[in-house]
């Protein structure tokens, strides 16, 4: 017999096996498979499910938890088939046909052949809208938790929800990115335009056009919850989802969504990609500038002096940041300074009111570090004017208001970290920057009467001032003095409710650290959300940790509750 030669022999049998692995595997209605899933996301930390195939569509396979579906009568059975029927016209009708004219398309046939996704249901932690692993793109010899499948998973919960169609819509676009990008190009998109690129896909598909319990709404509430979250830090939270949203809203809204697309399509990842996308449309701002702007407008939300510092969706033209407060005495010399930390692509807004005469403001940043502070100036009228303060090479400069307390009421800087461009994986680090401001009081002949006259008309303005970021936190409403029990699901946007002014008084009760506003107006705004956020993460172990969460969300469900009781029965 002859030498065997080896080299062939592990070519066939390679081209044999890849031969095996691309065809396409017979599926059978009611078919019992164990998928892998991913245990950070399991409700109990599993890393396998076994799920029952309950349809089949021209471009769907839909898998469901066997053990769940088994459990469900069979009027409830009908019940979410004929749901799932709905879904699947609006996956080949729309989501699908819409997402892939403007992204691109999925690896088509992908690592099994089959052009059909692969979609799982299955327990998921709360507030899990679903994932996408691109461990099963890959072959079992590579990766050994590979299902093999181009495929997405949906939370089990949402399996009858109207949100369903925008979550399926979200992880589509995660499944076109691996092929535009990974296939493509060989590279791995940054995780925050990943991420945002996908949120994008509710309003891209009309899913947001009613904003009322839309996931633009909620994305819009954690934003205002948490305005100082980094853009491109990724810690998974509703914080982070929420910021890229409002963001690439804004990008949207002024440059198209080609920019989405086209940086997408490109061999670029996040900052890059975005910069080449708006060169390619013949945009005339880059990225820095683009954020800068953004900052602005959600500090005016007015299109009247620049069309730059303004949403165009309807849905967001309203939308306005509350800045941070920083008072001056209302007469004489005085001086405030403040120390803050930020990180790189968070928002900043810091707002200076109070005292009289000569205002000066000095910034300082650390050297080698790239920061920009617009600001804004307001007249008594509430004209505003918006300029860039311009820094030094030591990152230090200053801004000059004669006549503050009188030609001008207030002002506004916001300043923001622009160092790091890219290399966005995961934490990201604090640095501090510090701003001083003084008034040097204008010296005039006037008698005392005069000057008291001048201090009351400063005083009613800012009275008003403070009145109208309290108007804009929670309303007005209903108030409720007694609270013995909170007996329903409390949620941001509620207004004029008996259980939301009990839920305030309860919250009041709690002290300064929890609720510092203390109102009780029956409206369930801002405030109210912090407030609820800081309860829930105080008692985090009874509250959070039990449903998976380490941050807390404002909505006031069955664990929140119950610790609110408990607390009110003693």
Request: with cysteine.
């Amino acid at each position: 017999m002859g030498k065997i030669n080896t080299k062939i022999l592990l070519i066939a049998s390679l081209g044999i096996f890849l031969f095996c692995a691309f065809q396409v595997k017979a599926v059978l209605l009611n078919e019992a498979v164990t998928f892998n899933v991913s245990s950070n996301h399991s409700v109990d930390n599993s890393s396998k499910v076994q799920a029952k195939l309950i349809k089949i569509n021209s471009k769907i396979l839909f898998y469901v938890d066997k053990d769940w579906w088994d459990s469900q009568t069979y009027a409830k059975q009908t019940d979410i088939l004929t749901g799932l029927d709905s879904l699947s016209a609006e996956y080949e009708n729309k989501i699908y046909p819409t997402l892939t004219s403007l992204f691109g398309f999925e690896w088509k046939g992908g690592i099994d052949g089959d052009e059909r996704i692969t979609v799982l249901f299955h327990q998921m932690k709360d507030n899990m809208g679903g994932y996408f692993r691109s461990a099963d793109e890959q072959l079992k010899i590579q990766v050994t938790d590979s299902n093999q499948r181009e495929m997405l998973y949906l939370p089990l919960a949402k399996i009858e929800n109207s949100q369903l169609k925008g979550l399926l819509g979200h992880e589509l676009v995660h499944l076109i990115t691996f092929n535009q990008k990974g296939k493509n190009f060989g590279v791995d998109e940054e995780v925050w335009l990943n991420e945002g690129r996908a949120e994008l896909a509710s309003t891209i598909l009309g899913y947001d056009d009613v904003y009322v319990g839309s996931n633009l709404s909620r994305r819009v509430n954690a934003f205002l919850a948490k305005l100082n979250d980094s853009l491109t830090e990724w810690n998974d939270t509703e914080y982070d989802y929420a910021v890229v949203n409002l963001f690439l809203q804004y990008v949207v809204d002024h440059y198209g969504v080609n920019i989405l697309s086209d940086s997408l399509k490109s061999k670029y990842v996040g900052i890059e990609s975005i910069n080449y996308a708006l060169k390619n449309n013949g945009a005339k701002e880059d990225f820095s500038q683009i954020f800068t702007n953004w900052t602005v407008a959600l500090a005016v939300n007015d299109c009247s002096v620049n069309t730059k510092y303004c949403y165009k969706n309807v849905n967001l033209n309203k939308i306005k940041v509350n800045p941070t407060l920083n008072f001056l005495p209302l007469s004489g010399n005085s001086s405030l300074s403040v120390a803050n930390i930020i990180k790189n692509w968070s928002g900043n807004w810091q707002k200076i009111i109070g005292g009289k005469g000569d205002l000066k403001l000095k910034f300082s940043g650390l050297v080698d570090f790239n920061f920009k502070v617009p600001y804004i100036i307001y007249g008594k009228d509430n004209k505003y004017s918006v300029n860039l303060l311009i820094l030094d090479k030591n990152q230090e400069g200053e801004i000059n208001v004669p006549g503050f307390g009188t030609d001008s009421m207030s002002l506004i800087i916001m300043p923001t970290l622009q160092t790091k461009t890219s290399g966005f994986d995961g934490f990201e680090f604090n640095y501090p920057y510090t701003f001083t401001v003084s008034i040097k009081e204008q010296v005039t002949n006037d008698d005392n009467q005069a000057l008291i006259e001048r201090l009351l008309e400063r005083i009613i303005y800012l009275k008003a001032e403070i009145a109208k970021i309290l108007a804009e936190r929670n309303g007005g409403g209903v108030t409720q003095n007694t609270c013995t029990n909170i007996g329903m699901d409390l949620y941001f946007g509620m207004r004029n409710n008996g259980q939301v002014a009990c839920l305030q008084t309860f919250l009041k009760s709690q002290g300064q650290d929890i609720y510092p506003e203390a109102l009780v107006t029956g409206n369930f705004a801002h405030a109210t959300l912090r407030a609820v956020v800081k309860f829930q993460e105080k008692y985090k172990s009874e509250i959070l940790l039990p449903s998976g969460l380490q941050s807390g969300n404002g909505y006031v469900g069955p664990r929140t509750r119950i610790k609110i009781n408990q607390l009110l029965a003693k």
